[in-house]
């Protein structure tokens, strides 16, 4: 290994912009094989790898694309992924002042659940609908 206290500042910078480009050129050549190495595997098994990602959720991302090297995230930064939507969970625990107003038990508990325990009642009461 090489020591660096014996480089000046703009040889280290050099040095720096030298490295990253192997980086990049050497994280480019491998995903290439990998790529390679999906889509022969796909193609084993009578399958194209566009679809068999398009089918697992992994296609229309930011630089997904199999065949595009489009998208590509500043070298450090990863990419967002944006959240899943989770389906809202039917309601188990009912209002008693309104029958409207229900909680599924999962997240943050409402205000009027808190204020219901904190008057002495019962969380298991609540399950019955007004």
Known sequence: ???LKNFSL?????????????LDRRTLQSKKALIKQVQQMAAEHGLDADELLADAGLSGREGSSVK?????????RKKKVPAVKKEKLPPV????????????????????VITYLE????????????
Do not use: F
């Open 68 to 76: 595009s090297g489009a998208g590509k995230a500043a070298p450090g």
């Open 1 to 3: 290994m090489m020591d």
């Open 10 to 22: 703009p040889e280290l910078k050099k040095l720096s912009v030298a490295v990253q480009k192997e």
């Open 93 to 112: 625990y009912w209002n008693p002042v309104n029958a409207q107003e229900g909680w599924s038990g999962h997240g943050r508990r409402p205000s009027w």
């Open 119 to 130: 008057n002495g009642g019962e969380l298991e009461s609540l399950k019955k609908r007004p």
